[in-house]
């Protein structure tokens, strides 16, 4: 389901304009790091993946492994505009009784793939995927998406190393690397650096990409698929709240909402 | 009298399921000939994964495992697994009900010269509170592959407590054995005995003794800790109205604490806890451990007589 460029780049400020609107209904959320995924996301969902929304159960679909679960409403929002469910019920998130929960649950709707939320998680579950998929002949592939801040979990590394060890060629782990935490810089809290480095060592294939740069994330995807003997990782240079001014580079938008005043500023800088 | 571990059901019930069911997948983490796993890892290494010294990551890769449509058997001592990987158990297995079982070994005190390290005492309190987790604490070797058995037909999380040392084997392979139901070891009318674990054995001798007083106990084995057999304890309250809980494991939140939820919401009556009290071990031979912790037939009987005193 190749969409061309200018849709996809179209299809991105509508993602952006639902996760602004999405958290300015709820009340709360993280808008920043939703924000920076864009590309990411709707390149996997709109271009890359091979999935279905009429049947969220395919056995033989790719996964999409979100272990940042506070991100859900950039999932959310390429979910519902996949067709997964109403473009409507993304108003809902956070409220009670609500399917969009405020991290995601894959018990409560169609297309989650994963329950997060406790960060560090999520690669190891993405390993298990591709373990079962060696096991049962299917020849799908697990994308994985962890911020950058999350590789400070230990349980990360534990997986990188199991990947590596089984040669999990059809994982494909993306860091959506904005730099920003919740208490300031990755650097100034417990620094990364250098990044690609590491996981080199760790023996992935390393893609280092624009997280912004469509063209560049689906060529970083497709590249990641050609590998054969190791998984990859692209490691996406991002901008924490990209797309809207106010909130880029800024890490108070980590997990705060818009208000109606700073929603219209948004929407407006996020128009077609 | 026969012994054998309890983790010895484990790994024979794991090579007949992977007889039986292709999608059974085993993990472990760096304890492979420990916990039995290696049984099966010799026979289907391909369905064997080694996760090395990585608790957290196994569980997560188990639960991967589950959601490819395996069966996983996630395997190490109970005090890394209940313990350090409890948030994975929680918010990746359990919230997702995923398919994933866990084989905690080397639980209890009898685990002994290793200390309190290796000690695992507070599996059943950590793993009962967790929404959607179901356990079970086998008695002996024969249940210990009964147990292992059942799991895998168990839709959803189940963990299952194994014991280290070789430890009597006292039922049949003929007793009825049904996930969730307690088994009636001995019949009593004074008072009723409520075990899990290779200690119910001592809860026998200790039955048998009472019984050359004058003083009829019944027994129960409630290998299933959750779903708890709400009935059988009532009726147990009800019937014999006193009752004593045996564990090798802290008493608070453990069976003790489980059984006695369910009388004060349905039929309080005088309970004794036999247990860990609160504390951590610490290193020695079994049979010295139990003395010192208040493991032994002869505690149980103290605890029968106090009970016996409040009715």
């Given at each position: 389901?190749?969409?061309?460029?200018?849709?996809?780049?179209?299809?991105?400020?509508?993602?952006?304009?639902?996760?602004?609107?999405?958290?300015?209904?709820?009340?709360?959320?993280?808008?920043?790091?939703?924000?920076?995924?864009?590309?990411?996301?709707?390149?996997?969902?709109?271009?890359?993946?091979?999935?279905?929304?009429?049947?969220?159960?395919?056995?033989?679909?790719?996964?999409?492994?979100?272990?940042?679960?506070?991100?859900?409403?950039?999932?959310?929002?390429?979910?519902?505009?996949?067709?997964?469910?109403?473009?409507?019920?993304?108003?809902?998130?956070?409220?009670?009784?609500?399917?969009?929960?405020?991290?995601?649950?894959?018990?409560?709707?169609?297309?989650?793939?994963?329950?997060?939320?406790?960060?560090?998680?999520?690669?190891?579950?993405?390993?298990?995927?591709?373990?079962?998929?060696?096991?049962?002949?299917?020849?799908?592939?697990?994308?994985?998406?962890?911020?950058?801040?999350?590789?400070?979990?230990?349980?990360?590394?534990?997986?990188?190393?199991?990947?590596?060890?089984?040669?999990?060629?059809?994982?494909?782990?993306?860091?959506?690397?904005?730099?920003?935490?919740?208490?300031?810089?990755?650097?100034?809290?417990?620094?990364?650096?250098?990044?690609?480095?590491?996981?080199?060592?760790?023996?992935?294939?390393?893609?280092?990409?624009?997280?912004?740069?469509?063209?560049?994330?689906?060529?970083?995807?497709?590249?990641?698929?050609?590998?054969?003997?190791?998984?990859?990782?692209?490691?996406?240079?991002?901008?924490?709240?990209?797309?809207?001014?106010?909130?880029?580079?800024?890490?108070?938008?980590?997990?705060?909402?818009?208000?109606?005043?700073?929603?219209?500023?948004?929407?407006?800088?996020?128009?077609? | 009298?026969?012994?054998?571990?309890?983790?010895?059901?484990?790994?024979?019930?794991?090579?007949?399921?992977?007889?039986?069911?292709?999608?059974?997948?085993?993990?472990?983490?760096?304890?492979?000939?420990?916990?039995?796993?290696?049984?099966?890892?010799?026979?289907?290494?391909?369905?064997?994964?080694?996760?090395?010294?990585?608790?957290?990551?196994?569980?997560?890769?188990?639960?991967?495992?589950?959601?490819?449509?395996?069966?996983?058997?996630?395997?190490?001592?109970?005090?890394?697994?209940?313990?350090?990987?409890?948030?994975?158990?929680?918010?990746?297995?359990?919230?997702?009900n995923l398919n994933v079982k866990i084989g905690g070994m080397h639980g209890g005190i009898s685990v002994g010269a290793d200390g309190a390290t290796h000690q695992a005492l507070e599996e059943i309190a950590l793993m009962r509170v967790i929404p959607n987790m179901k356990m079970i604490v086998p008695c002996d070797a024969i249940e210990g592959r009964k147990a292992t058995l059942a799991?895998?037909?168990?839709?959803?999380?189940?963990?299952?407590?194994?014991?280290?040392?070789?430890?009597?084997?006292?039922?049949?392979?003929?007793?009825?054995?049904?996930?969730?139901?307690?088994?009636?070891?001995?019949?009593?009318?004074?008072?009723?005995?409520?075990?899990?674990?290779?200690?119910?054995?001592?809860?026998?001798?200790?039955?048998?003794?009472?019984?050359?007083?004058?003083?009829?106990?019944?027994?129960?084995?409630?290998?299933?800790?959750?779903?708890?057999?709400?009935?059988?304890?009532?009726?147990?309250?009800?019937?014999?109205?006193?009752?004593?809980?045996?564990?090798?494991?802290?008493?608070?939140?453990?069976?003790?604490?489980?059984?006695?939820?369910?009388?004060?919401?349905?039929?309080?009556?005088?309970?004794?806890?036999?247990?860990?009290?609160?504390?951590?071990?610490?290193?020695?031979?079994?049979?010295?451990?139990?003395?010192?912790?208040?493991?032994?037939?002869?505690?149980?009987?103290?605890?029968?007589?106090?009970?016996?005193?409040?009715?």
């Amino acid at each position: 389901m190749r969409a061309d460029l200018q849709e996809l780049k179209a299809l991105c400020k509508e993602v952006r304009r639902d996760i602004v609107k999405m958290t300015a209904a709820a009340g709360s959320g993280h808008p920043g790091g939703s924000l920076s995924s864009v590309e990411l996301l709707v390149g996997l969902y709109f271009a890359k993946m091979r999935h279905d929304p009429q049947r969220p159960d395919w056995a033989d679909r790719d996964r999409f492994i979100l272990s940042k679960g506070h991100v859900a409403p950039v999932l959310y929002s390429v979910l519902a505009r996949a067709g997964y469910f109403p473009v409507e019920e993304l108003l809902t998130l956070r409220k009670l009784g609500s399917r969009l929960q405020g991290h995601p649950s894959m018990l409560s709707l169609p297309g989650i793939d994963n329950s997060s939320g406790s960060l560090g998680q999520g690669l190891s579950q993405a390993n298990g995927l591709a373990l079962a998929a060696r096991l049962n002949k299917q020849d799908y592939r697990v994308y994985c998406l962890l911020g950058d801040g999350e590789l400070q979990e230990g349980q990360v590394w534990e997986a990188v190393m199991t990947a590596a060890h089984y040669k999990l060629s059809s994982v494909c782990a993306i860091v959506d690397y904005n730099n920003l935490q919740i208490d300031g810089p990755v650097e100034e809290v417990i620094g990364l650096h250098p990044l690609a480095d590491k996981w080199q060592a760790f023996n992935w294939h390393v893609i280092s990409i624009d997280g912004h740069d469509l063209e560049q994330v689906l060529a970083a995807y497709d590249e990641a698929e050609n590998v054969k003997d190791k998984p990859s990782v692209i490691i996406a240079k991002t901008i924490k709240g990209k797309g809207v001014s106010f909130m880029e580079n800024v890490a108070g938008w980590h997990g705060r909402a818009p208000n109606q005043e700073e929603l219209a500023k948004a929407l407006a800088e996020l128009a077609n | 009298m026969i012994k054998k571990p309890t983790r010895d059901g484990y790994g024979e019930a794991l090579l007949i399921l992977g007889e039986s069911n292709p999608d059974v997948v085993v993990l472990d983490a760096d304890l492979a000939m420990s916990t039995r796993t290696n049984w099966f890892r010799d026979k289907y290494p391909e369905r064997f994964f080694d996760i090395g010294i990585a608790e957290q990551d196994m569980l997560g890769t188990a639960a991967g495992l589950a959601m490819g449509g395996k069966i996983p058997f996630a395997t190490t001592y109970g005090v890394f697994i209940a313990g350090r990987a409890w948030d994975q158990i929680r918010t990746t297995i359990c919230y997702a009900n995923l398919n994933v079982k866990i084989g905690g070994m080397h639980g209890g005190i009898s685990v002994g010269a290793d200390g309190a390290t290796h000690q695992a005492l507070e599996e059943i309190a950590l793993m009962r509170v967790i929404p959607n987790m179901k356990m079970i604490v086998p008695c002996d070797a024969i249940e210990g592959r009964k147990a292992t058995l059942a799991a895998a037909e168990i839709p959803g999380p189940v963990y299952l407590r194994f014991a280290r040392e070789a430890t009597p084997i006292f039922t049949k392979e003929e007793d009825e054995w049904q996930f969730g139901k307690a088994n009636l070891l001995r019949a009593g009318t004074d008072v009723t005995i409520i075990g899990c674990g290779p200690i119910l054995y001592e809860a026998l001798l200790a039955a048998d003794q009472m019984a050359q007083e004058g003083i009829s106990c019944r027994v129960l084995n409630m290998h299933t800790i959750k779903p708890i057999d709400t009935e059988a304890i009532v009726a147990a309250a009800e019937e014999t109205g006193a009752i004593v809980t045996v564990e090798e494991h802290q008493v608070n939140a453990g069976l003790g604490g489980a059984v006695a939820e369910v009388l004060v919401k349905n039929k309080p009556v005088p309970v004794e806890m036999v247990g860990i009290m609160d504390t951590f071990g610490e290193s020695g031979n079994p049979d010295e451990l139990a003395i010192k912790y208040g493991l032994t037939h002869r505690d149980i009987m103290t605890a029968v007589r106090r009970v016996l005193n409040r009715k």
